[in-house]
């Protein structure tokens, strides 16, 4: 069975870009949060999707956002990058009544 | 509100060392889960255990251990006989009750180096 795919598995984008990250789940898996990983912050969460709808969300600006398609992959986006945004994003998947499985994440780095 | 406290930062052992990491949580709810996560360099977060509130019974896995006390909201985890394969970051975890705890309030983790 095939786990959490994240792609891309690293990414340098500058200041004021945007960037879209992608998560494809462990098939039957409807489920899909995300959580970002900083030295400073440790891991906060973000935004969890169920269904295509979002059920939970984190304490972050509204330049962070994600969206999930009908096949259960999802993608989060951040516009306009801030050097704090640099950080390890991941991107975890479950069904009902599992522990979720997390895939291996994206690096971002901000320049 | 959740709160989940690692208050060792790094510790490091000699292989076969038994280590302890503690985990000491902060709920309100009646009904919640614990979990604990590994996460090698490589990045991901690998499932270790889940342990729901209204359990109490400590668990062995081969040479992994948890104590779990409600009376004092503490999830230890206990490595018996380390191995340098045990070296990476652990992290306990709280989830609320939701449709399938997936989403987790994070310990600051401890950093666990076992040098040969």
């Known amino acids: 069975k095939a786990g959490v795919t994240q792609t891309p598995r690293y990414l340098i984008k500058t200041r004021g870009q945007q960037v879209t990250l992608s998560c494809s789940p462990i098939s039957g898996h409807r489920s899909v949060s995300w959580y970002q990983q900083t030295p400073g912050q440790g891991l906060q969460f973000l935004f969890e999707?169920?269904?295509?709808?979002?059920?939970n969300k984190g304490n972050f600006p509204g330049r962070f956002s994600g969206r999930q398609f009908s096949n259960s992959r999802s993608e989060m986006n951040v516009s306009t990058l801030e050097l704090g945004d640099s950080a390890l994003y991941l991107c975890?998947?479950?069904?009902?009544?599992?522990?979720?499985?997390f895939g291996q994440g994206t690096r971002l780095t901000v320049v | 509100a959740q709160k989940v406290t690692q208050a060792q930062t790094e510790i490091s052992v000699v292989e076969k060392e038994d280590v302890t990491l503690d985990c000491v949580y902060e709920t309100r709810d009646t009904t919640y889960y614990l979990f604990w996560y590994k996460q090698p360099p490589s990045g991901e977060l690998v499932f270790l255990i889940r342990r729901n509130s209204f359990d109490e019974q400590n668990e062995i896995s081969g040479r992994y251990s948890w104590n779990f006390q409600k009376s004092t909201s503490s999830f230890n985890f206990t490595i018996t006989a380390s191995q340098v394969v045990d070296s990476a970051v652990y992290f306990c975890?709280?989830?609320?009750?939701?449709?399938?705890?997936?989403?987790?309030?994070f310990g600051s983790g401890t950093k666990l180096n076992v040098k040969p």
């Open positions: 975890a709280l989830s609320d009750l939701t449709y399938n705890f997936n989403k987790f309030y």
């Open positions: 999707y169920f269904s295509e709808t979002q059920r």
């Open positions: 975890a998947s479950s069904s009902t009544n599992t522990e979720a499985f």
